[in-house]
């Protein structure tokens, strides 16, 4: 039988010049420098001889914390190359959130910054992990050092469509994270499946700038280049006027909704700087319609916008060929092909178009289930097979999907997710604190902007300034409160649950 290996389905897509440059950095140390195909081929064959010299049992998780690199996404394919369970973990994740992701995954390896290795490797071997290694984003650090010495050839592990290939841990409605499990199919087929979607070619050139320890920049926009042997120039960190100076060059960017916002403050957006370009795609939070607009307006282009999970990779799309329809502001598209899209209201029957209920999607690109959680794998799918989003929606006569709103209590700030329960969790635990609210209110730049509001035990005084800090040091920065407020009493209904709605109501132009 083929080997289903994702990596070997990306390698195939390496066009036949392996010398021909595949990325090109565009910051960080030494910038510009220049990686062939050959370089990615040779270099993910060494650190997967590196893996496999480490004799890891079947499956085995490599959690990785590290900032972005190329290295860093050679990890990654070395990991597929090799057959073990790639564990991605974002940079801002303090010591208390890294040691339950470790502590739940139980990887066999961790990969993490040469700065954090202290830190990081304590809560490594005290959870049981056996290998250690540190990767820098200067090429320096063990990971590197160790692979070295191991052969550049590699036969990438036989692995079938159902495998596990990735865990990404996403959503805590109850506070916690589950570790979405998904395999080398549910990737690949997603990965060609945009291929074809979006008109992916050879000789289109990727601008990318999101981070790779999430779907959109790892999975979403890699995939995509590697798949069609497309270069990519890299940014290891966003800036809004570099990206639009590399426009003349390129033909496809992905961002979050806030990548654009920042790039319409540029004076430098105009249609010439963007005339050599020949796709905007958006996802990850909800594309404001004046953005859709004004980047319309600026650049001459219309964004593709698109939906998508972690569990299930990409689901929806505007369209990319004219002939299929028109791009819509405001919508996510259609569904892609062979991805089943419904609308159910709460009784589980099928809305009408036009009718608002809950989305449920089924197709190869969803997820198998939570790592190790089988009971809320089970509530988060129908009895027919399909799972639930979470996301509210509804489907117009001419078949496009609008999300409206989210039956999870969820915060999407700058493209990342902040579970509010998380943040409540870790609030409520601080001295003096009774209870707390944790709310998302329009924010001009993150598109939602994190607030709590905190109520202290009887005779106990708070200070909104102190807890923000404390909560610095708690919780990666992107779910800190931007605002905190302390009050008597939090709005109740008469069921005794807080009302959300009207703390947003009250704090909906905080940002303004
Ligand atoms: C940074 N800060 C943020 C955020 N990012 N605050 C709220 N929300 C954020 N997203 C704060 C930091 O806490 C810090 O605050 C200050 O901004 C500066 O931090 P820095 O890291 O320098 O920020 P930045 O470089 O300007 O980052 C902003 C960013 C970044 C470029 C928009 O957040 C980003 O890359 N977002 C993309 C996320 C993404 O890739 N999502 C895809 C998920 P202080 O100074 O107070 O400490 S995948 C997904 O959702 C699915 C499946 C899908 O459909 O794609
Ligand atoms: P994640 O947990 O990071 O996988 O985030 C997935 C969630 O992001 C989805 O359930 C949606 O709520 C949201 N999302 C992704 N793309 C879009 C989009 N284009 N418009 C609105 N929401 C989106």
């Known amino acids: 039988m083929d080997n289903q290996n994702l990596f070997a389905t990306l390698r195939a897509g390496f066009p036949t ?21 050959r370089d990615l081929d040779r270099a993910t064959a060494m650190i997967a001889n590196l893996l496999e010299g480490l004799a890891l049992p079947a499956g085995s998780r490599v959690a990785v914390q590290t900032e972005k690199s190329v290295e860093a996404l050679m990890l990654y394919l070395a990991v597929l190359r090799a057959g073990h369970v790639f564990l991605p973990l974002n940079t801002a994740y303090q010591s208390a959130e890294i040691e339950y992701f470790i502590g739940n995954a139980e990887p066999a390896v961790v990969v993490c910054s040469p700065k954090n290795f202290a830190w990081v ?12 290694f540190t990767l820098g984003d200067d090429r320096s650090g063990s990971l590197l050092e160790r692979a070295a010495h191991c052969s550049d050839r590699h036969t990438p592990a036989v692995r079938q469509a159902g495998d596990l290939a990735a865990i990404l841990y996403t959503s805590g409605t109850t506070g916690r994270s589950k570790g ?3 395999s080398h199919g549910n990737l690949a087929s997603n990965a060609q499946v945009l291929q074809r979607y979006w008109g992916w070619r050879p000789d289109d050139v990727l601008v990318h700038a999101l981070p790779i320890f999430h779907v959109h920049g790892l999975f979403v926009a890699s995939h995509g280049a590697l798949l069609n042997g497309s270069r990519m120039i890299w940014f290891s960190k966003f800036d809004p ?55 319309r307006a600026r650049t001459g282009h ?74 809320k794998t089970k509530e988060e799918f129908t009895a027919d097979g399909w799972f639930k ?43 003096g604190v009774a209870e707390s609210a944790v709310i998302g ?72």
């Open 121 to 132: 490797s304590r809560i490594a071997f005290s959870a049981g992990t056996d290998h250690v």
């Open 180 to 182: 979405a499990m998904l």
């Open 17 to 37: 010049d392996l010398d021909a440059v595949a990325i090109e950095t565009a910051d960080g140390p030494g910038a510009p420098l220049h990686y062939t195909w």
């Open 241 to 295: 006027k570099a990206a639009i100076g590399r426009f003349a060059e390129a033909t496809v960017f992905m961002g979050v909704p806030t990548l654009y916002v920042r790039m319409l403050a540029e004076a430098a957006l105009t249609p010439a700087a963007c005339a050599h370009m020949r796709l905007f795609i958006s996802g990850s939070a909800p594309l404001l319609t004046e953005t859709f607009n004004d980047w």
């Open 441 to 512: 209110v329009p924010h001009p730049d993150f598109g939602e902007g994190v607030v709590a509001v905190v109520v202290p035990k009887p005779g106990a005084s708070l200070d909104g300034a102190a807890i923000v800090a404390d909560l610095k040091s708690r919780i990666a920065n992107f779910k800190v409160p931007k605002h905190l407020f302390v009050v008597p009493d939090l709005p109740r209904n008469a069921m005794g649950k807080v009302q959300k709605n009207l703390l947003r109501d009250q704090h909906k132009g905080l940002f303004a």
């Open 389 to 431: 989003t979470g996301d509210v929606g509804r489907f117009d006569a001419g078949g496009y999907v609008t999300i409206v709103g989210r039956s999870k209590d969820l915060i999407i700030s700058g493209g990342y997710n902040v579970y509010p329960a998380e943040i409540e969790g870790v609030i409520n635990d601080l001295p």
């Open 302 to 375: 219309t964004i593709l916008e698109r939906y998508g999970m972690s569990e299930t990779v990409m689901l929806t799309s505007n369209p990319c060929d004219a002939a299929q329809g028109e791009r819509r502001g405001g919508t996510v598209g259609f569904p892609l092909p062979g991805v089943g899209v419904r609308v159910r209201d709460d009784q589980g029957r099928d809305c009408a178009t036009g009718e608002i209920g809950g989305i449920e999607v089924t197709g190869p690109n969803v997820f198998s289930g939570y790592w190790r959680m089988p009971e």
